[in-house]
């Protein structure tokens, strides 16, 4: 009797686990149905930039002395900031500047890829209401995670397939080759894993994304000063997982042992993620959501107050990263000044000077504005999340028309791109005089900010634009258009792109002083266009049905 009752509970506790995976396979098989251009866009694009990369160092540098001029652009300590640890370059070869200077931004891409899917398939759904429709149906507990965790798994096996594949197609070697493609794919995977935490974290799915996001970004900052610290990276550097694939260094020591802290890290998250998901409710969230004022306050009783409010999360969040990364550049400028005399003319064409010092000041503007254009893209993607939610038919169904609803967001987007370029401006060029000693720096790094945020305008108004016209297009478009900026302000010279090509960024259109000389007629006349484009937004949102789209 005994015996038979303990078979019984051994089958319950094995159907009870089965239950909460059940319906598992057909959510992957809809996750994948529904990211069918999302996802093989981004392996894609991962790939196009493995192959863009490896035709394109020949022709920058042809012959071994040309790389050797080039080895100062990653070894110098504001080129491992922005790269990785320069392993290698002191016999370089093509392989080896495309470890050292391009395959660290796979790892950060494949990373970002990640967070998005995993915070779309599990917290979103969710916070939609689309999950509840599920699990009405014959699905587990475990399943909606279980089956993002899968498509992640897919998607970044995928990448390692495609990155490792056309890198030997660059003709470089096999063992590296694969070396980059696992390293891209488990720096993926790793933030799955810490994605898979983060959503369990918050009610909500911006939250959610954002403190990954943030994870991603910390990251970020601590591989950069480890890896500043010293060729090959610091003991600071191990405390970041994006500096785990890159310590593997590929075509150098081709060591594999760093990717097993990626493994252990997305197992781990993982894990974390399912032990949070069976102690919370379905819907709820760990971190329980602060409950409002009793009364709310006048300002949010208008379309800007509410503007305000909802954007207020981002804009700090953005903020405060952009202002702290400005002002560790601006603290480097004499790190910068000393090493001066030893570097290239390569590095020269990168800061479009043979004077450093304005060069740097141009380099840094330029690189906040980029960072500020991104910003202003997810801020506007705010408006889709707002309006898939439900929550927009809400205010508009109040005496809120929709002009002013799209205007306030525009007004504050706005604000807030011009207010992080100006402080950070100011920030970044308070430190650079702090540590040279010129007082004359702080104008000269502010105007570089300044002088170029109608670049990071036209963004806000593209993405208005957009939104009135094609919300769907508003994410894939606009963040093209922000990498592409990136792409051509820092490597456009190096790459020898197409002027065709790099007249698409709005930078190109500035004069970037100190460099340039400051002109008025391009700078109006890029504000006219990012004007120009809002307008178009707002027309195009009043001709519209809302959650059409």
């Known amino acids: 009797m005994t015996a038979a009752t303990g078979s019984i509970r051994r089958a319950h506790r094995a159907s009870s686990r089965t239950a909460a995976f059940a319906g598992t396979s057909t ?77 660290p931004y796979l790892f950060l891409l494949a990373a970002l890829m990640s967070i998005f899917l995993i915070t779309r398939h599990t917290r979103l759904e969710e916070e939609t209401g689309r999950a509840e429709l599920i699990r009405a149906n014959v699905t587990g507990r475990y399943s909606q995670l279980t089956a993002a965790l899968a498509i992640a798994l897919i998607t970044n096996v995928l990448v390692l397939l495609v990155v490792s594949g056309l890198a030997v197609t660059n003709g470089f070697a096999t063992t590296g080759s694969v070396l980059v493609g696992a390293g891209t794919a488990l720096s993926g995977l790793a933030f799955a894993g810490v994605t898979a935490v983060t959503v369990q974290l918050s009610e909500f799915s911006r939250p959610a994304a954002g403190m990954a996001s943030a994870v991603l970004g910390a990251s970020f900052v601590v591989r950069a000063v480890g890896d500043m610290a010293a060729t090959g990276g610091s003991a600071v550097s191990w405390l970041s997982p994006l500096a785990w694939p890159a310590q593997t260094a590929p075509y150098v020591h081709d060591r594999w042992t760093p990717l097993l802290l990626l493994a252990t890290l997305a197992v781990a998250g993982t894990a974390v993620g399912y032990v949070l998901l069976g102690r919370r409710d379905f819907g709820a969230s760990i971190v329980a959501v602060r409950p409002g004022r009793p009364r709310a306050r006048p300002a949010l009783g208008t379309p800007t107050g509410l503007a305000r409010r909802l954007q207020r999360g981002g804009f700090l969040g953005w903020g405060v990263g952009i202002l702290l990364l400005g ?223």
């Open 27 to 103: 959510l992957i098989r809809f996750g994948l149905r529904r990211d069918r251009i999302k996802l093989p866009a981004w392996v894609a694009g991962l790939g196009i930039f493995v192959l863009y990369i490896g035709n394109a160092l020949p022709l920058l540098a042809p012959t071994q002395k040309d790389l050797a001029a080039l080895v100062p652009v990653f070894t110098q300590p504001v080129g491992r900031m922005f790269t990785g640890p320069a392993f290698g370059m002191d016999a370089p070869t093509y392989e080896r500047f495309f470890a050292a200077g391009y395959v």
């Open 327 to 549: 002002v560790t550049d601006g603290a480097f400028t004499q790190a910068m000044l000393d090493a001066g005399d030893d570097m290239p003319p390569a590095f020269a064409e990168m800061f479009s000077t043979d004077a450093l010092l304005d060069g740097y000041a141009s380099f840094l503007g330029a690189f906040v504005t980029v960072l500020v254009a991104a910003y202003a893209v997810f801020a506007m993607r705010n408006l889709c999340v707002e309006e898939d939610s439900g929550r927009t038919d809400t205010v508009l169904a109040a005496s809120v028309g929709r002009a002013s609803w799209l205007g306030s967001h525009l007004a504050v987007v706005a604000s807030g791109v011009v207010g992080i370029s100006t402080v950070t401006g100011a920030c970044t060029g308070l430190a650079a005089a702090a540590v040279t000693g010129e007082a004359g720096v702080i104008g000269t790094v502010t105007a570089a900010h300044i002088a170029l945020i109608p670049a990071a305008l036209v963004l806000t108004g593209l993405a208005a634009a957009l939104y009135g016209w094609a919300p769907r297009l508003l994410a894939p478009l606009c963040w093209v258009l922000v990498v592409w900026m990136g792409v051509v302000q820092f490597l456009g010279e190096l790459l020898q792109l197409p002027d065709a090509l790099i007249a698409l960024s709005p930078l190109h259109q500035l004069a970037r002083p100190p460099v340039e000389d400051f002109t008025i007629g391009p700078f109006l006349a890029v504000l006219g266009v990012a004007a120009l484009l809002a307008s178009m937004g707002l027309v195009g949102f009043r001709k519209r049905q809302v959650n059409v789209t």
